[in-house]
């Protein structure tokens, strides 16, 4: 029966049972609490997440580590075998499964969604597949090798851990100095060949019929703040009343890292800001800035905010992202003149410059318009140098 299991989940025939859970706990030392088929609380996982919060983890990181390993002890409930037990046969099944099946997650009911991996026609962005991309099968693996690693520490779990690890990578990694220059060696097993995407900037055209989507002045504010700040998603969302610096033209918003993070604010940012502080009310210094417009007074969510964008995106036939926005303000400070990389690097709060170079790519309209005037230039005409008679040419080297 388990040789069965196994080809029918490996090839994606099957699924594992969707069974299990992550719960966020509210304690400070384990966040999030992985429980199995049972309702048990799996305490393996709760001391490896006891142990990452003790290393500073933020709980964003914990709670994307017990996703990963709630979809590893699915499989392994699949296969009735004990975590302790696991061997890498069993990571093959994981891979194998996360190859073949379909994310939840990605499932469009509408009829009118485009096709799953295909390209909009007006953005140049790949729709997301249907699968689970690469980047996650990475991240479960690195998941669940952390996570065996730190019981092979106290003699607990197999001898060798099931997920491999290359040993050229190990070595070339090794006592390495962050300003060495990245050293490409071969992927471990399993691990997925993940593309490196480049940044996509929205188009001033296109983003002026986005921006004219937006149907009241908090919408407007919002995408206005995100394009002149540069700041995630998320950092924008959990703005304060408080940090809000109307004198300065700018913000504090508490960046990914746990840090408090100056951002400035443009002109016309502010001033939409104000148009918008105004028709809401006024606000207790530590209340969230973005309100919902419905329902009882409360903080806008990122789920409803990204919903704001999917309606606009349906208008115009786009599919434009939220962090799409971040990635157009990177690319207009990157490529003004005024502002040199470490500026942008500081914006956008980047630990390591590396990560801001992505952004110095031409825009996509002017690299278009550039296009334009060289397809438009006319062809030089060719010229024989002072005291050459072309007839003469001709006659030596033809017509």
Request: one cysteine or more; hydrophobic letters at 35%.
């Amino acid at each position: 029966m388990g040789e069965d299991i196994r080809g029918l989940l490996i090839s994606g025939r099957i699924d594992p049972p969707r069974v299990g859970a992550v719960i966020e706990s509210g304690q400070r030392d384990v966040p999030y609490v992985l429980f199995d088929q049972s309702g048990e609380p799996v305490g393996a996982v709760a001391a490896w997440v006891r142990d990452l919060v003790l290393g500073d983890v933020s709980p964003r990181t914990a709670r994307a580590y017990c996703y990963a390993l709630l979809t590893w002890f699915r499989v392994l409930w699949a296969l009735e075998v004990q975590w302790t037990l696991a061997t890498e046969n069993d990571v093959a099944v994981l891979v194998g499964w996360l190859r073949a099946a379909r994310n939840p997650q990605r499932v469009r009911r509408r009829p009118e969604s485009p096709p799953p991996g295909s390209v909009n026609i007006r953005t140049g962005k790949r729709v997301l597949p249907a699968g689970y991309s690469p980047s996650t099968i990475n991240l479960t693996l690195a998941a669940t090798r952390g996570f065996y690693e730190y019981h092979a520490h106290f003699g607990v779990g197999p001898v060798i851990n099931p997920v491999p690890e290359s040993h050229r990578q190990a070595m070339a990694h090794r006592h390495r100095s962050p300003d060495d220059p990245h050293v490409i060696v071969r992927r471990s097993r399993l691990r997925q060949k993940a593309p490196k995407k480049s940044p996509r900037s929205i188009p001033d055209g296109q983003w002026d019929e986005l921006f004219d989507s937006m149907g009241c002045h908090r919408d407007k504010a919002l995408l206005a703040c995100y394009v002149s700040s540069g700041a995630r998603a998320t950092e924008l969302l959990g703005l304060r009343e408080s940090c809000v610096d109307w004198a300065g033209q700018r913000i504090r918003v508490l960046s990914k890292g746990g840090e408090m993070r100056t951002a400035p604010l443009s002109p016309e940012a502010l001033l939409l800001l104000a148009r918008y502080a105004g028709q809401r009310g006024p606000l207790n210094p530590e209340d969230i800035v973005w309100r919902a417009r419905r329902g009882a007074d409360r903080p806008l969510t990122y789920a409803a905010m990204r919903r704001v964008l999917q309606r606009a995106d349906a208008k115009l036939g786009t599919n434009w992202t939220l962090h799409d926005l971040r990635h157009t303000a990177a690319v207009r400070m990157a490529s003004d003149p005024s502002l040199n990389l470490t500026d942008v690097q500081t914006i956008l709060g980047h630990r390591d410059i590396r990560t801001t170079t992505q952004y110095t790519v031409p825009r996509v309209e002017e690299m278009f318009d550039r296009l334009q005037s060289f397809y438009s230039r006319p062809r030089t005409a060719s010229s024989l140098p002072a005291g050459y008679d072309p007839r003469d040419v001709e006659a030596v080297f033809g017509g």
